[in-house]
């Protein structure tokens, strides 16, 4: 079946402006993750929605970071008024966890952006 | 102490070799685990599961000392294409639906 999605696959923007970084987690499952990663770094947690409960935010960097996940699907991560320090990719990831008690993660291959 | 630590390498082996990576944890309350591989310039990608009793997949072994909070992973008759970064996770102490990641052990298998 279908995959975790992500769009757009490269993203370059200019110091001070906001993106908007989507992802289209695999069918039925409940729960989705936002990483990022920089060149050569490990991966860093930023958020985790869990079916209808409240996300988990406890990675956001700033609060220029905001995610959302609407109808418990498709998910959106924004950044405000970029700074060069969140050039990374930005990595989302699926998992069945509530339903099936396996927490195993399904990545998308992830957004890489650019701040100039 | 990082919560998942593991030697970054690089392993460099010839094709054929066997290859052992190692990763101990932080929190003995961690409950699932795994190996994923990351290719380069790629997402991370599962490479199994790791469970008490030990579990293979073909060419690979994966082994968990709870005891030791110690996981494993054995790479037998390596492959070209098992060239990768291997990253070592763990649930979070009393949140199965959290990864903790290892930083990755860096592997070349050379011709």
């Known amino acids: 079946g279908a995959g975790v999605s992500q769009s757009p696959s490269n993203k370059v923007t200019e110091k001070g402006k906001d993106v908007e970084l989507r992802c289209d987690p695999i069918s039925g499952h409940t729960a989705l993750y936002w990483y990022r990663q920089s060149l050569g770094q490990g991966l860093e947690f930023l958020i985790y929605?869990?079916?209808?409960?409240?996300?988990?935010k406890s990675g956001l960097p700033s609060d220029r970071f905001s995610a959302e996940r609407t109808g418990g699907s498709v998910s959106t991560l924004t950044i405000q008024r970029t700074q060069q320090e969140d050039s990374a990719v930005y990595l989302c990831a699926s998992s069945l966890a509530w339903t099936s008690g396996s927490y195993e993660q399904y990545f998308g291959p992830g957004t890489r952006l650019t701040v100039t | 102490r990082k919560e998942v630590e593991q030697d970054p390498g690089p392993f460099n082996v010839p094709e054929g070799a066997t290859v052992a990576f190692n990763c101990t944890y932080s929190?003995?309350?961690?409950?699932?685990f795994f190996w994923y591989r990351q290719d380069c310039r790629k997402e991370p990608k599962l490479l199994m599961s790791?469970?008490?009793?030990?579990n293979e997949d073909g060419r690979f072994t994966a082994q968990l000392n709870r005891a030791s909070q110690y996981i494993s992973l054995l790479i037998r008759d390596s492959k070209l294409s098992d060239s990768a970064t291997y990253l070592c996770v763990v649930t979070e102490a009393g949140n199965n639906r959290k990864l903790i990641w290892g930083l990755g052990t860096s592997l070349a298998v050379n011709p």
């Open positions: 929605f869990q079916g209808n409960s409240a996300p988990d």
């Open positions: 929190n003995s309350a961690s409950q699932s």
């Open positions: 790791v469970y008490s009793s030990g």
